[in-house]
């Protein structure tokens, strides 16, 4: 009873609301996902400032203790009074004492059958003095008493609600789970969800439950029912499935209008829509709801049909700022492609002048590019379309190489549709800007956002009648159609895999049996997420085919013409960088940087590498920067704060120059959005240092949090 009443008093050290910290200060905490409902990612807290920060050292270390081969960590703590919420490589949810990391509570939601995966963090509410945290794992989302850990049991079904459910949709059937945490509105839990990517993904609705029962309470449906407005952007193919248009990245909430925004992702397949032909609203878009109802207020798609993988990665930032002589109420949204779209939130119109521009065709067999995009649709961060002007710069021999290869390939601006030749996009899928979102500060109307200049190569192949030794059956059904469906985004098309961050499947069967292959199909594992909606039979298939087990029939089977027609279906043959023969990206660069953007005059105050390369650096290579994940958050006291980098340290920036102020090295990278917090009188700054992730750098388990030396 003591160690529940010591919890109590921490919890409430500071009131927390559904709509947050009853402060004054909105920015002085950290009680949901990137600081605040406005999506800021900023601290008003200046006790670290330019001139102390040097001192800035380890206030407290913590390993959860379970990390694996290649899982990452990208969860954003948050921190209720003197309580921290945290997620750990398999999704434990772990409370700590913010002021020391001793653990207080642990949830393992491998007891009922969820673990691992990507989690960027929990959601809070309160009500009647008591506060629950829903974590998502899974399929399962959990409701958890935020000071005992139990299974809240009035929510839901015994404390859990199946993600799978409420899409319209036979639950079975479907892969989904929720990677960003939710938003709080009044007593509603409001959701997007996590889809998969291949021609079975699952739609990305959105969705509201009571916060307080579980009761499901409203959908909005991102992908157009017959009757709905937008339904006519899509050609319906019978019996094609339609999938993602998810929101992946969280939402954001303006408590005042009572509205939520929400930024979708592309439809599936992501690089081929032979089966969508048309805008394919809401794909690629951001939508204004009604936070009570789900009811549709605004949309605004910034891709049309795409076939990029351009997803809106993260939710947008909500800011006020002077423009044009008047302050107005704006939405900025970091897009992929480099740009940070400025919309008015309560019309939805763009606050800058934009152009609807010709784009290419695309050559591939059913598919009908849209043939213009919008161009300039906000402040350009990075280049956009890769010339031979551009290519790297940090060898002769490099030059050479990617100047040979520059030219194999089919390069017409940023809007290149994929090809079976392979085609340069840039920036590409790695983005421009990612899920880390953006850093807004209120006072000085300074954004500060990280970015990647990374070309790629998208290169298709023809999946329907495709076939290779040792594969008899090649049509649907079979082990290989369904790999290429599903899995070849990421582990290619011949199973060679991307490096370290997407393992090859070659000889799988030296490394698992059955057992454990299926372990990891319909479980999950690092980043790969769980794929339970197959049949039994297109389990085994899938498999049989990993496994390079014999086929069950000895023969192809022979689909009629007109019926492979209609399914013919093309797969990008993996992610694939454009590199120099070393293995770097071949663009100029830098390759990873941060930058100040200030919103007054809509111009970038300063922009410098994010990361080196330590062989780089040997050869008296300036500073590169290297693709980058996470976040930054900028404070109050002049600091941007930013790990993300791939040689795994951890960096404070002058807010007002881009000067590296102080640097750590981290147990592994930190792929995550640090949380900046205050704990009597003493403030701290905490980074996940998970690891893995896309760079495939060695995995981590820790959380370290920072503070100044103690008096």
Request: hydrophobic share 35%; charged share 20%; proline share 6%.
């Amino acid at each position: 009873m003591k160690k529940i009443a010591h919890y109590l008093l921490m919890l409430s050290a500071c009131a927390v609301s559904a709509a947050g910290c009853t402060s004054d200060d909105r920015y002085s905490s950290w009680e949901q996902y990137r600081g605040s409902s406005t999506a800021a990612q900023f601290s008003s807290l200046d006790q670290i400032t330019k001139e102390n920060v040097h001192l800035l050292e380890p206030a407290w270390t913590f390993h959860t203790g379970d990390k694996r081969e290649r899982t990452p960590m990208e969860c954003n703590p948050i921190v209720l009074g003197k309580i921290m919420y945290i997620t750990s490589p398999q999704l434990d949810l772990i409370a700590l004492d913010a002021r020391t990391g001793e653990v207080l509570w642990r949830f393992d939601p491998a007891a009922y059958g969820q673990s691992g995966g990507v989690n960027r963090g929990v959601t809070a509410y309160t009500a009647g003095g008591k506060t629950r945290i829903f974590l998502a794992a899974g399929h399962l989302l959990f409701a958890l008493d935020a000071v005992s850990g139990d299974l809240v049991e009035a929510f839901g079904e015994k404390g859990m609600l199946d993600l799978r459910k409420d899409l319209g949709r036979d639950p079975e059937t479907l892969s989904v789970s929720l990677n960003t945490p939710g938003i709080i509105y009044k007593d509603l839990l409001i959701i997007g969800s996590g889809t998969g990517e291949g021609y079975d993904a699952a739609p990305g609705h959105i969705r509201a439950y009571s916060a307080e029962t579980g009761d499901f309470r409203w959908v909005f449906h991102t992908i157009p029912q017959e009757g709905e407005y937008g339904y006519d952007t899509w050609r319906w193919v019978e019996g094609e499935n339609y999938g993602g248009t998810n929101n992946w990245g969280g939402l954001s909430l303006d408590e005042e209008s009572g509205w939520v925004y929400v930024a979708t992702g592309s439809p599936t397949y992501d690089f081929y829509g032979g089966n969508r032909i048309g805008e394919n609203l809401y794909g690629n878009s951001i939508l204004a709801l009604d936070a009570s109802t789900g009811a549709y207020q605004w949309h605004y798609q910034a891709v049309s049909h795409d076939i990029w993988d351009y997803d809106l990665p993260c939710a947008p930032t909500l800011a006020d700022f002077p423009m044009n002589g008047k302050m107005v109420k704006a939405l900025i949204q970091p897009t992929k492609m480099g740009e940070l779209i400025l919309l008015d939130r309560v019309t939805g119109k763009p606050l800058l002048d934009l152009e609807e521009q010709l784009v290419p065709p695309s050559y591939v067999p059913g598919e009908v590019a849209h043939p213009t995009q919008k161009i300039g649709q906000g402040i350009r961060v990075v280049p956009q379309g890769l010339d031979s002007t551009y290519l790297t710069t940090i060898s002769r021999e490099a030059a050479a190489y990617a100047k040979n290869e520059f030219r194999k390939y089919r390069n017409e601006g940023m809007y290149t549709p994929p090809s079976l030749e392979g085609s340069l996009t840039f920036p590409a899928t790695r983005g421009g800007m990612l899920w880390g979102g953006l850093s807004h500060d209120p006072k000085s109307h300074m954004v500060y956002v990280n970015a990647n200049e990374i070309p790629m190569v998208l290169q298709l192949r023809n999946l329907s009648g495709d076939s290779e030794e040792g594969d008899m059956v090649s049509g649907p059904g079979s082990g290989r159609y369904i790999y290429l469906s599903n899995c070849s985004n990421c582990h290619g098309a011949n199973r060679q895999g991307l490096g370290e961050a997407f393992p090859a499947l070659t000889n799988l069967r030296e490394r698992h049996d059955r057992e454990s292959a299926k372990r990891i199909i319909t479980g999950g594992n690092g980043v790969m997420p769980a794929f339970r909606g197959f049949g039994e039979e297109q389990l085994e298939a899938l498999i049989g085919y990993l496994l390079d087990e014999v086929p069950p029939v000895a023969s192809p089977v022979e689909t009629p013409a007109a019926e492979k027609e209609a399914m013919d279906r093309y797969v990008l043959q993996g992610f694939r960088i454009f590199t120099d023969e070393e293995g770097f990206p071949a663009s100029r660069p830098p390759w990873g940087t941060l930058n100040a953007i200030d919103l007054t005059t809509q111009t970038i105050k300063w922009k410098v590498p994010l990361g080196e390369y330590p062989e780089l650096k040997a050869r008296g290579v300036a500073p590169t920067g290297t693709q980058n994940f996470g976040g930054c958050v900028a404070t109050a006291g002049g600091l941007v704060f930013i790990g993300g980098s791939a040689d795994e340290m951890f960096r404070a920036f002058d807010a007002e120059t881009g000067k590296v102020l102080w640097e750590y090295r981290l147990p592994a990278g930190g792929y995550a959005v640090p949380s900046v917090y205050e704990v009597e009188g003493r403030q701290y700054v905490v980074i996940a240092a998970g690891g893995a992730n896309r760079l495939g750098t060695p995995a981590g388990d820790a959380y370290v949090a920072f503070a100044l030396p103690e008096e």
